[in-house]
């Protein structure tokens, strides 16, 4: 039996856990649109979850060459939503991580690190650029005026909420790269 769920996650860590909680519920995801989770039955406990970030799209060769090498390793690459993978693996073959080493955490994290930053740009500069228009709207009516204030307020607030994401992986990659310092 199917079952959908809509649930938002701004950590990719969190919603590896939840989906990992529904297999073991007896609940497999088997597809992902925004925010909206597709599952169907199975034995609990029978997969284990990971969400990767991809380095490039999902249809450019080296992303098409690891989603294989992943496949080739007993990893079923149950579904893609811009660059990010949702993989599964069979939990009676073993433990299964993606990420063995602190250098391959690390640049993960950046990875992530880089799109909160760039998408908490983009939200700010636009936020802005609404506020410059109520600035020199006054003369266009409440309306216009109004639409324009809540619009800025909006996207920045949205801004300011991904520049705090932005902030805690930028404290996990500090705080990676000072556990590396000590091991090596």
Known sequence: MKTKLWKAFWDYEKEE???NKMATKGLAMTAYT??????????PGEYIYRIEL???SVSHPESVQYIRFMAENGVEHVDTYFRWVYFRKKATDGDFKIYSDLTSRIKHYQRISKIWFTICCVDLSIGLFQFNIVIHSWERGVQY??????????LISLGIIL??????YTKKIKR??????IHE
Do not use: M, P
């Open 54 to 56: 991809l380095e490039h």
């Open 163 to 168: 520049l705090s994401l932005w902030w805690c």
């Open 145 to 154: 005026w109004l639409t324009n204030a809540v619009g800025g307020i909006l």
């Open 176 to 181: 990676l790269k000072r556990e590396r310092e």
């Open 34 to 43: 925004f925010c909206r989770y597709t599952f169907e039955d199975c034995i």
């Open 17 to 19: 856990d939840w989906l």
